[in-house]
Each structure stands twice: as C-alpha cells, then as structure tokens.
C-alpha cells in the first residue's frame, strides 16, 4: 500500500540501469554537499529505482516521490513548503503471528533529494503500532523546524505491530519487537537504504524521543550504543512495565477511593478533584515554592526546595470551594509520595509537586473527563492495555486495575521489565566510549513518568561515571517546569533540542542552556521565554535584593543558569 503524492508522470518505475545507478553513487560521493540532481524527474526515478536497488532481505519495500514545494510538514495548510523527498515505506519480516495476526516490522523513511548529510530517528510512543510522519519533528522537540524540510533523511517505525493497542502481547515476537528488535532492525534498515540512495552513510546520526520515544532512545544507548551520536530520551519511559504502572495503578485506586458515586453507587472518577479543586492546589504550591528560585513569577524552578503539604488547604468543617476535604488531603499525600507495598517499600518515585497538576495534560492522565462510572483516564484507557497485554506474564486480559495487589502483582510483571525496561543500565560504558551524547529532558509536573524517576537514574549515571562534572561531558538533564506529559502546561515547553544534540557533536558546543518558550497559545504565559537549565542548575532570577523590580520575568535575559 503506497500514498503517492507526485504528479501521475513521475509515479511509474524507471527501469534501473546500471549507468543510472553510477551516476547516483558519483553524486553522493562529493564530500560534504548533498547530491542534487537535474530535475524532479530525475528525482522521482532515483526514488522509484530505490527498491530495486536496496538488497534488503526479508524486507518489502514501496516509494512515493513528494516533489518540491508540493506539501507542508504534516499536510499543514500553512507555513513553509518541504523540498522535494522520496518517502519509502517498508515492512521487515512479514509473518503470521502465533494468535493468527499478519506482523511486520513497518518503517517510513523519508529521503531529501538534497541531503546534509545527517540521519534522525523519531522515536514513537503509547503502544506504538503506527507510523509518525517522518515530515515533523520530534515529539519532545517542537521548536524544530521540520528536519526534513532541513535536509535531514528521517525515519519512524511501528514498533513491529499495528493499531495502537496492545493486543499484540499474544505473539511473543511482537512483545520483542516492541521492546527492542524493531528499533535495530529499522535503524539498520534505514542506513543501508540512505547509503544505497546517496551512495555515502550518514555523517552524524541522531535519536529523538518522547514517553515510550524516551525509552527506546535509551534502549539504543544501552543495546546499540555506536547507533547514535546522540540521543534526547524525553520523559523517558525507564520503569514503565514496572515502576510507573504500579503508580499508575496505586493512584487511580486512591483517586477512585474518594470519588463520588452515581446513582447506581457506582465511583466517578473524574470527579475525585473538581478542576476548581485542582486549581486550589496549584495555587498553593505555587504560593509555598514559586519565589525559592528569586522571584514568585508562577512557576517553580527550585523543585527540591519545595515541600508542599496539602493538608494547609484541609477543610476545618464542610468542604467548600476554598478547601479540600479530608479524603482528598490524604489521596494527595499517598500519591505524590508514590506507590508502597504493605511493608513500606517504595515502588516506584514520588511525584514533585508543581503547579502544572492543574493543566489538562495531568487531568487526562489520572482523573479522566468521563462524566459517568465508566472512567477514560489515560491510566484505564492506555496503561490497563498496556498492563494486561503485555506487562503481565503471562498476559491476564481479566485483571482487575481496581484489585491490584501492591504486595504480590509487581512480581508477574519482572519477566517483560527485564527485557523491557531501561532503568537498570546506568552507566552507559559502551555509548560514553564510543562518544554518544545524551540528553534526558523531563517536565516537572509529567503525571505518568516522574522526573524525580529520571533525577535518580541522573544522578546514579554521574555516582558511575566520576561525579556530575564528568558526567556531563556526555549526558545532560533538563527539566522543564510546569511541563505535562511531553508538552503542555503552564510551561515554556517549545524549544529545540535537536539542534542542541547537533551543535554538541558537530561543534563541541555542549548545551549549558536550552532557548524555551512558550506558545503563544498558552494561556498562562502567551509571551515567555526561559533558559532550560542542565541539573543541577535553575533558572535563577538575576535582579534579586536592591535590583529587585527592575527585570522582566517574562524574559529568559533576566535568568541565570545557576546552582541553587
């Protein structure tokens, strides 16, 4: 199945000839510029001949050439047009699965006809099971202009399944794909295909990734560490078939425990926190940490300064709209502070308290919008599947989320996080040594993945490998305050950090600050800009005592880099 967007007259296959395919090899090969061929006939031949030239095992291929200024990223009506792009579609080891389903490892790849010479790999996300559109940015990297439309050859894959549940846990293979395999085999795939096209390899090659991105950036770092030159591992899914389903799972039990009930007797979820209760909340730890980092300006840069104790909203009598009932002060507590078996062992991170639990992003994750006893939080509607399919074993389509046992349940999901997860690796020795880069970014107020999860790998990476200083000259980590899951939030959550990775290998230029800001349209901070700072560091306010006043918060040139 193909998509072809050229023109009827540039669809069909040129025969491919040997003298055609010299003179393709002869382009590539002219150092640092990209070949450019005559027209976008031309163009579109290269592209169609490219099957038949790639020598793939076990791999089939379509293509479709996308000529010059015909399409914006993502089929944007506006903004500014790609160049000219073949785009091949590819599936490696077609099979039938053990549950009678068709499998494959299913890839896109586009290919600029004037290439840079770099080579990026998008990272997925939720279950995967689908292709991103190779014409966009990385989801953790929105400030970057289309690396496409840059020159850049771009690849995603599917993971090795298709649909967006988790069904495929039935097929042992599948649950290998999705962990590891899939990623191999497509970067493999993907830098044979650009060297046969341009006749050359890749320059530099780059990771970006978000959630379950973030977990195969790491999966790369650990499995594959000469794949890359660098890598962005965004809210990076470290412990999600252990740690952070567990959480999931503990909070909606606490949230579900206080919700109101129907008429049937039957728990809403969605109402355990009114959005005006959330909005108390926020307000409150904004008020209790927002200034540790020099000036009260809504958002909390100073996370470990902050010790926020819901009980101060605790209702004295009747719940009100200015208070919180006793049950929710609790539910609160027991969840910011994280999941525990009956023993008090702690089962995966707390959360840090941040303005940006009042944000959708937090409510869609935990509490869900469902305004009856059938709750869509993302945690029922993502994790469940996710939990049932395929972190279990073996898979137990009829477990109960809202039985879950914290003292034994963990357990049947070891064997699948052992392969799964990435928490374990941290030290890195292989990537450090081939001279990868490492940049781990995280939203403070991310409610699935916690970045205190991500600061403790951080810090156990640096205790490995001589201590912060060293360790940053290979891996960085910035949070991003007020940031949800990936994006969203009362957050400066648009910057570019692919263009960060490219200017630390091809430059030497490490990131001591990341350029944010805000969209414009943000509701809370339409006009922000902020530096994002590598941990330790935050952003500290630069016009403190005598000068207080005089600088404008909305500026990232009134901020500072510091240590805290």
């Not at 989801?139 to 439309?149: N, R």
């Not at 910011?336 to 992003?361: H, I, K, M, V």
């Amino acid at each position: 199945m193909r998509t072809d967007h050229a023109p009827r007259a540039l669809r069909r296959v040129f025969p491919s000839t040997a003298a055609f395919a010299a003179s393709l090899l002869m382009a590539g090969c002219g150092g640092g510029s990209s070949p450019t061929l005559a027209d976008a006939t031309t163009q579109a031949a290269a592209c169609a001949d490219l099957p038949d030239r790639a020598g793939l095992a076990a791999t089939r291929l379509s293509t479709s050439y996308v000529p010059p200024d015909t399409r914006r990223p993502g089929g944007a009506s506006t903004g500014a047009l790609l160049p000219g792009h073949c785009v091949v579609t590819g599936a490696i080891n077609p099979r039938v699965g053990v549950d009678g389903k068709n499998y494959a490892i299913g890839f896109q790849l586009s290919l600029p006809d004037q290439w840079n010479g770099r080579f990026l790999f998008i990272g997925g996300g939720g279950n995967d099971g689908i292709l991103r559109d190779t014409s966009l940015s990385s989801s953790i990297s929105g400030a970057t202009p289309s690396p496409l439309g840059q020159g850049f050859a771009v690849v995603s894959t599917d993971a090795g399944h298709t649909g967006t549940t988790a069904s495929f846990g039935a097929d042992p293979q599948a649950r290998l794909d999705h962990a590891y395999n899939a990623y191999d085999k497509t970067a493999v795939a993907a830098k044979s295909l650009i060297s046969t096209r341009y006749g050359r390899k890749p320059e530099h090659s780059y990771f970006s990734g978000c959630s379950g991105g973030g977990r195969q950036g790491m999966v790369f770092s650990q499995r594959f560490p000469d794949y890359f030159d660098a890598i962005t591992a965004g809210a990076p899914a470290m412990r999600v078939s252990s740690g952070a389903t567990v959480a999931a799972m503990w909070n909606t039990i606490e949230f579900e425990a206080i919700a109101p009930t129907d008429s049937s007797g039957r728990r809403i979820l969605s109402r355990a926190f009114s959005n005006e209760d959330l909005n108390l909340v926020a307000k409150a730890v904004t008020a209790s940490c927002d200034a540790a980092d020099g000036v009260a300006d809504g958002m909390v840069n100073h996370v470990k300064a902050c010790h926020f104790d819901p009980g101060v909203l605790q209702c004295g009598g009747a719940k009100t709209g200015s208070c919180l009932s006793s049950g929710q002060v609790n539910a609160l507590r027991n969840v910011f502070a994280g999941p525990r078996n009956s023993a008090g062992q702690a089962l995966y991170a707390g959360q840090p308290w941040d303005p940006g639990l009042a944000a959708p992003g937090w409510r869609t994750w935990t509490l869900g919008s469902s305004t009856t006893a059938t709750p869509d939080s993302r945690y029922i509607t993502l994790i469940v599947d996710a939990l049932v399919n395929e972190f279990l074993t073996p898979p137990d389509l009829g477990f109960n989320p809202l039985a879950f046992n914290f003292d034994t349940d963990p357990a049947r999901m070891q064997a699948y996080s052992a392969i799964y997860d990435t928490y374990r690796d941290d030290r890195l020795t292989a990537f450090r040594q081939h001279g990868g880069k490492m940049l781990f970014i995280h939203g403070m107020s991310d409610p699935i993945f916690s970045a205190l999860d991500t600061l403790d790998y951080y810090e156990r990476l640096a205790a490995n490998n001589g201590g912060m200083q060293a360790t940053q000259d290979f891996a960085r980590t910035f949070l991003v305050p007020g940031m949800n899951h990936c994006s969203g939030g009362p957050a400066t959550d648009s910057f570019d950090s692919i263009q960060a990775m490219v200017d630390w290998v091809e430059k030497g230029i490490a990131p001591d600050t990341i350029a944010a800001r805000a969209l414009p349209s943000s509701v809370d901070f339409p006009q922000r800009t902020r530096p994002l700072c590598p941990y330790p560091k935050i952003a500290r306010y630069r016009f403190e005592g005598a000068a207080a006043g005089t600088g404008n918060v909305e500026d990232a040139a009134s901020f500072v880099c510091a240590l805290p």
